[in-house]
C-alpha cells in the first residue's frame, strides 16, 4: 500500500475511532463484542514476498495486541462464540504452513510474553523439508520447520494445528479418499509428531471456494474442535462457533487497526459459508475434544451472520 493511501486510511481511523468506541461499548454491554482472530506466514527480515512481514511489524502488533485487546486461546473464541460472553476485544493469534524462520523471532516473542498461539502445518513438507508448494512456484525455496522444531514449539506451550498433508487446495479435490488423507492422516501425523491430540485445522487458502461440504464433514469426523478459514471475517457472537473466522495479520499498520477496531462494513459483506454437519455424535465428539469447556450448543447448519 503506498503512503498516502496509508495516510487517508489512518485518517479515516482517527474520524471513526469515537463512533467505533461507542459501537464497541454498546457490544461489550450485551456481551457481543466479535472475536478477532488473526492469521501470519512467516516472519522474517528476509526474502519479503506477500506472506512474509518484517520482525519489527509483528512487534508493532503484538504491542497493540497486548496494549488494547485481551489475547485468547482458539477455545475461548469458540467459548465467547456459543455462549454469548464477549465483554471485551479478543484477538487470538494464528500461523499457517510452518516456516523454519518464524523460529527465529516470531515464536521466541510470543513464548517470552506468555501469549497463545496456534501454530498450523503443513505435514509433509515439515516431514520431508521440501519448499511449500506455492513457494517452490514463486521460485523462492523458503525452509520449512524441521519435526524437532515442531516438537520444541509444542512443549513450550504452542499450540500445533493441522494444515493437512500437502497444502492441498480441496476446491480442486474430487476424491473422498483424498480429501481423507488430507485431513486424518496429516492429524495422525502431526500427533504422533507431537504425542499430544490435535484440536484444530486450518483450510490451505481458506476461501470459500475451499470450504468444501466433504472436507468439513470428514474435519468433524476426525475429531477436530473447529475449522479456521481466511477470507476475512470476524466471529460474531452466537453465530456458528465450529467454524473460526480469521482475517490477515496485514503488515500495513492502518489496515489492521481498521479491523481490529471492528469495521462493520467488511461485517456486513463477509461471505456466507454454509455447512451440514452429522447431529448428535458431533456433540459428543467435540465435548470429548474440549472436556474443560463448558456444554456447546450444536447447530447443525454452520456459518450464519445478519
Ligand atoms: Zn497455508
Known amino acids: 500500500m503506498n503512503l498516502i493511501k496509508s495516510a487517508l486510511l489512518g485518517a479515516r481511523n482517527c474520524l471513526c475511532a469515537s463512533s467505533r468506541q461507542q459501537r464497541l461499548a454498546q457490544l461489550a454491554s450485551t456481551g457481543e463484542v466479535p472475536c478477532s482472530v488473526a492469521f501470519y506466514h512467516r516472519v522474517a527480515d528476509t526474502v519479503a514476498n506477500g506472506w512474509t512481514m518484517s520482525t519489527q511489524q509483528f512487534r508493532e502488533h503484538i504491542d497493540y495486541f497486548q496494549s488494547r485487546m485481551t489475547i485468547v486461546d482458539l477455545a475461548e473464541v469458540q467459548w465467547r462464540v456459543r455462549e454469548g460472553h464477549s465483554v471485551d476485544q479478543s484477538m487470538s493469534i494464528t500461523f499457517d504452513d510452518g516456516y523454519a524462520d518464524n523460529m527465529d523471532y516470531a515464536i521466541p516473542l510470543l513464548i ?13 513438507n515439515v516431514i520431508n523439508g521440501k519448499p511449500f508448494p ?3 512456484d514463486a521460485g523462492q525455496p523458503l525452509q520449512p520447520n524441521t519435526v524437532a522444531q515442531i516438537r520444541e514449539m509444542s512443549d513450550a506451550g504452542i499450540e500445533i494445528g493441522c494444515h493437512t498433508r500437502r497444502h492441498i487446495d480441496f476446491s480442486n479435490v474430487h476424491s473422498i479418499e483424498h480429501v481423507r488423507s488430507e485431513i486424518i492422516e496429516a492429524k495422525d501425523e502431526l500427533e504422533q509428531m507431537i504425542g499430544r ?3 484444530y485445522f486450518a483450510f490451505p487458502f481458506g476461501l470459500p471456494a475451499q470450504l468444501t461440504q466433504a472436507a468439513i464433514e470428514i474435519v468433524h469426523e476426525a475429531g477436530f474442535a473447529g475449522f479456521c478459514s481466511a477470507f476475512g471475517a470476524y466471529n460474531h457472537i452466537g453465530n456458528d462457533w465450529f467454524h473460526i473466522r480469521r482475517f490477515h495479520g496485514d503488515p500495513e499498520f492502518e489496515r489492521l487497526v481498521n479491523w481490529c477496531t471492528y469495521d462493520t462494513a467488511k461485517a456486513r459483506t463477509e461471505p456466507r459459508v454454509q455447512y451440514f454437519l452429522p447431529p448428535a455424535k458431533s456433540f459428543e465428539q467435540t465435548q470429548a475434544m474440549m472436556p474443560s469447556m ?9 456459518s450464519f451472520h445478519a
Open 294 to 302: 463448558p456444554v456447546p450448543h450444536i447447530t447443525t447448519f454452520g
Open 134 to 136: 506455492h513457494d517452490r
Open 197 to 199: 491430540p490435535v484440536h
Open 112 to 124: 517470552e510474553r506468555d501469549i497463545p498461539c496456534t501454530y498450523f502445518v503443513t505435514t509433509q
